[in-house]
């Protein structure tokens, strides 16, 4: 099967088809490490020792990942929260989280967010 041909990266260096170029990788963590900087903490955002230990009970709870059922660790808001940290709103919500492991989330998941809040729903 052959092989797709090098690239030219915008900077100029040839890169293999299947890799990154260290500029546009370089340019990545410099664009996160300015969104972080600009970033609640964690327990800011309503992620502290009160969510630690409700996650933790819900987990023991729910141990297997609902998409794909391997071992949770993750407790994911299935509707996004936004910072909506009142008794009421969806953060505390339980019937709002899901197991998720870390590949679920961080990938399928974390897609269909995006594409949801690019197009303005939820």
């Known amino acids: 099967m052959p092989s797709k041909p090098p690239r030219i990266c915008a900077c ?5 088809a299947t890799q ?7 340019r990545e963590r ?3 490490a300015r969104h972080d900087a600009n970033r609640p903490t964690a327990s800011q ?4 020792t009160k969510w630690r ?17 391997a071992p949770a660790t993750i407790v994911d808001h299935i509707i996004p929260h936004r910072g909506d940290l009142t008794k009421r709103g969806l953060f505390w919500n339980r019937r ?7 590949p679920c989330h961080d990938g399928a998941k974390q897609r269909a967010e995006r594409r949801e809040h690019l197009r303005g729903v939820g």
């Not at 100029?12 to 293999?16: E, I, M, N, Q, Y």
């Open 12 to 16: 100029g260096k040839r890169v293999s």
């Open 20 to 26: 990154r170029c260290e500029c546009q990788i370089n």
């Open 30 to 32: 410099e664009r996160k």
């Open 45 to 48: 955002r309503g992620y502290g």
């Open 53 to 69: 230990a409700a996650r933790a009970t819900f987990l023991e709870q729910n141990p297997t990942c609902l998409r794909c059922g």
């Open 96 to 102: 709002n989280w899901q197991p998720l492991c870390k």
